[in-house]
């Protein structure tokens, strides 16, 4: 006789899911408001201050990959209990006072990035399907609702308690999350097996260590300086030999033959792109509310005011998130990708036109954050749509790690946009109205390639199936489950059709 273990109820699995992507998202800014005073504090350059940043941003490119094949292996639940732990230990390690300390500490937090495709797959796993879109719409908007919140929230806990303030809160809030994920969250879900690739998951390391690099570093050491195109060539080189490498490997950290088939790969490059859109709309508003206003297109806010008008933009993920994934629960995530997408696009576009004040620009900012909200609820489930169970995580995975490319790009993009076109104040160079213009023609052209990549998704994306049974040759007690594939010829049960429809 088997003994199932009881379930917890999926509106906490749910829940601690979403607590998971909104600590994972204010990894990314709350180091930002600190940036300032870190040369003065610690005694070290305005370029070694930037590592706050960039370390974090390293880290995530090599663990992410890494983190979410070992999950797809060797458990769903433990990897995100792995991960959560090493970014709570970080959160500590930070508080220690030494610059060195500080810099360690926001590495281990770039593991937290590894945290939402685990999440994702492990949403899929115990979820019916008919509230996977749900719950997926919802996490993702975690992600920019975090991302949004950061900067304000850092902020002003640094004007209150001091600039560390923000790494207790969160080394507080991991250590809580991983109890809670010990003890909520079931260990279930088809698991991949063969070996860990060390290899490609060492070239790869190398690979996007370069390319963001490169992307995080360029305007401190020049878009054409020996250093920036050294990164750019070392990675073409190591990429060029990883590739090949992968495509023969039994047993690839990132599976290719997935990945450039067409619904993953278009939606790999809407993700990249939209997530392009969203950082550019949230850095550029927050930059031109800031600026003085006898320039003639600047607000003359101070910083927490703007990153107050800015955060509002939140309440736009979190307000259409359950609306986008009611309508992926009621058309597809193809059609639901092109609302979003075309959102997007008409709000740069009107971005143009309308005359700027707080009013109008903090308008626009919250419809593109609603816009990209919309399309961030479609993009887990046209990858898992596609992508073969026992390989959820890491699909996803690849996902987030392009997301975050997305992110660093937009970082770059807008830096380059300003500075070149600025004018001399004395003192800083101020950006020229003619600067954001450019800005937003930028967003609006990734949102509307986003739009035709969503044109040539297929309707409906294979999915694939998988049966778990339990080996009636083993311990009944032990509860251990094997997995086959599903014959082609056998019906496809209901809850497989209806899954079809999510996505």
Not at 131 to 159: H, N, V, W, Y
Not at 233 to 239: D, E, I, K, P, S
Not at 325 to 345: E, F, K, Q
Request: one cysteine or more; glycine letters at 8%.
């Amino acid at each position: 006789m088997i003994f199932p273990r009881r379930m917890p109820p999926t509106w906490l699995i749910v829940t601690l899911m979403a607590l998971c992507g909104t600590i994972v998202s204010l990894q990314h800014t709350i180091a930002i408001p600190m940036l300032p005073s870190v040369p003065e504090t610690y005694g070290v350059s305005t370029d070694d201050a930037s590592w706050l940043v960039t370390s974090t941003l390293l880290v995530a490119a090599v663990a992410t990959p890494v983190v979410t094949r070992l999950a797809d292996m060797v458990g769903r639940r433990r990897m995100l209990v792995v991960a959560m732990s090493v970014m709570t230990a970080g959160s500590f390690i930070a508080l220690l006072g030494t610059f060195p300390a500080l810099i360690a500490g926001r590495s281990l937090q770039g593991f937290a990035t590894a945290l939402v495709p685990v999440a994702i797959s492990i949403l899929r796993d115990t979820l019916p399907p008919a509230r996977i879109g749900t719950a997926i719409g919802g996490l993702s908007a975690t992600l920019g609702i975090g991302t949004t919140l950061g900067i304000p929230l850092a902020g002003f806990l640094q004007d209150m308690a001091g600039p560390l303030t923000v790494f207790w809160v969160a080394g507080a809030c991991g250590a809580l999350l991983t109890v809670g994920a010990l003890l909520i969250v079931p260990d279930i879900g088809s698991r991949s097996p063969g070996r860990f690739d060390f290899v490609g998951a060492l070239l790869l390391s190398m690979g996007l260590a370069a390319v963001l690099l490169a992307l995080s570093k360029g305007g401190s050491w020049g878009w054409a300086g020996p250093r920036t195109l050294g990164c750019v060539a070392a990675a073409a080189v190591v990429f060029a030999v990883w590739a090949p490498l992968q495509w023969r490997a039994p047993n690839p950290l990132v599976n290719l033959r997935t990945a450039v088939c067409r619904p993953v790969l278009l939606t790999n490059l809407a993700g990249m792109l939209i997530t392009f859109a969203m950082f550019i709309n949230t850095l550029a508003t927050t930059q031109q509310l800031q600026l003085p206003t006898w320039t003639g297109h600047g607000f003359g806010l101070t910083a927490t005011a703007a990153g107050l008008a800015v955060a509002t933009t939140a309440f736009a993920q979190v307000m259409v998130s359950p609306f986008a994934g009611m309508l992926i629960d009621r058309w597809n995530g193809r059609a639901v990708l092109l609302i979003g997408s075309v959102v997007t696009t008409v709000a740069c576009a009107t971005r143009l036109v309308v005359p700027g004040t707080v009013v109008t620009v903090t308008a626009i900012a919250f419809v593109i954050a609603g816009g990209t909200a919309i399309s961030f609820a479609t993009l887990p489930g046209l990858v898992m749509a596609a992508a073969p169970e026992s390989e959820s995580s890491a699909a996803n995975g690849i996902n987030s790690l392009l997301r975050s490319v997305g992110a660093s790009l937009a970082s770059a993009t807008l830096a380059m946009i300003l500075v070149s076109l600025s004018v001399d104040s004395g003192s800083v160079p101020i950006p020229t109205a003619r600067a954001f213009d450019v800005v937003w023609v930028v967003a609006g052209m990734c949102a509307l390639v986003t739009t035709f990549l969503g044109v040539f998704l297929p309707r409906r994306s294979p999915v694939h199936i998988e049966v778990t049974t339990i080996d009636p040759r083993r311990n009944a007690l032990a509860g251990n489950e094997t997995t086959f594939p599903a014959p082609s010829n056998s019906p496809v049960p209901i809850a497989a059709r209806r899954a079809r429809n999510l996505f």
